[in-house]
């Protein structure tokens, strides 16, 4: 945490937008962007729910895999490429009020962590692994695959 610190956890970001915003500003929640076309008068976004409409400024804040930064650049195999490594952070309230300020623990090819950010605890989990195939979306999958890494299977 210094004054270069540009990392900002996605809970927080939308935290700081929305308190940023004026009540004139529209927001969406739970309906996927699935066209984005790019004009002088603005952004018009058509969405999983048919509904399309134009905005100044568009925002997606949906991680890797994003379905914004899918119709902006392409498909992932044209700009995303495995560097052997997971990682998945989930937040840890419980440990927030602790006294130990941050903790790494390593074994080869794996690492778990918990770290402080402002007023709130972070789990980290690292593994190194060739590319595993499994739906993006699904946390139950991706909760497999971290127990099973971390398992040693």
């Known amino acids: 945490d210094s004054d270069d610190d540009i990392e900002v956890l996605r809970g927080d970001l939308l935290r700081i937008l929305a308190e940023a915003l004026p009540d004139t500003v529209a927001t969406r929640f739970g309906d996927s962007p699935v066209s984005l076309t790019d004009g002088a008068a603005g952004a018009d976004v058509r969405f999983a729910s048919g509904r399309t409409e134009r905005y100044d400024l568009v925002i997606g804040a949906d991680g890797q895999h994003s379905a914004v930064r899918k119709l902006t650049f392409g498909p992932d195999a044209d700009h995303v490429r495995h560097l052997g490594v997971y990682l998945a952070l989930a937040d840890h309230p419980g440990a927030a009020q602790s006294d130990v300020v941050n ?48 398992a040693g299977r």
């Open 103 to 150: 903790s790494i623990h390593n074994v080869p090819g794996r690492m778990a962590g918990l770290f402080r950010y402002h007023d709130k605890a972070v789990a980290v989990f690292q593994f190194r692994s060739g590319p595993i195939e499994f739906g993006h979306r699904d946390l139950d999958a991706q909760k497999k695959i971290l127990v099973d890494a971390f």
